[in-house]
């Protein structure tokens, strides 16, 4: 099965956008960062960038802040690394994916805790 161009350079955005902020960023805003998955556009114009940080909401706000400002320096930084005719324009997303799963766990496990008490 062939995969689309755009998940292969997506890919390889995520690995090296992941190595860019772990080892070229110096901004004390930017916490404990995860990079999750890149969605390229098909023609490669538009990547959303999605995150995970480790921390409090502050820490969450402060972290967009300085991707956010670090974004030009980052796509400079992808077109040294990549060689396609067009760097997509990144934008950084924070990745609620976790919060969410966690949320439906936890729900899940209190209709359970409901059930348990109801059968006894």
Do not use: C, W
């Not at 969605?39 to 538009?46: G, K, M, P, V």
């Not at 990547?47 to 320096?73: C, H, I, M, N, P």
């Not at 396609?84 to 976790?98: A, L, N």
């Amino acid at each position: 099965m062939q995969y689309k161009r755009s998940a292969r350079v997506g890919d390889q955005i995520k690995k090296d956008v992941a190595n860019i902020i772990m080892l070229e960023l110096k901004d004390p805003r930017l916490g404990l960062i995860t990079i999750n998955s890149v969605e390229l556009s098909d023609d490669l114009r538009y990547a959303r960038v999605f995150y995970t940080v480790f921390g409090d909401e502050k820490v969450k706000k402060e972290s967009q802040k300085g991707l956010d400002s670090a974004k030009s320096f980052i796509q400079r930084e992808l077109a040294k690394r990549i060689r396609i005719k067009r760097i997509p324009e990144i934008t950084f997303k924070y990745d609620q994916t976790i919060e969410k799963a966690s949320r439906i766990d936890h729900l899940l496990n209190q209709i359970q805790n409901e059930s348990k008490l109801k059968d006894e």
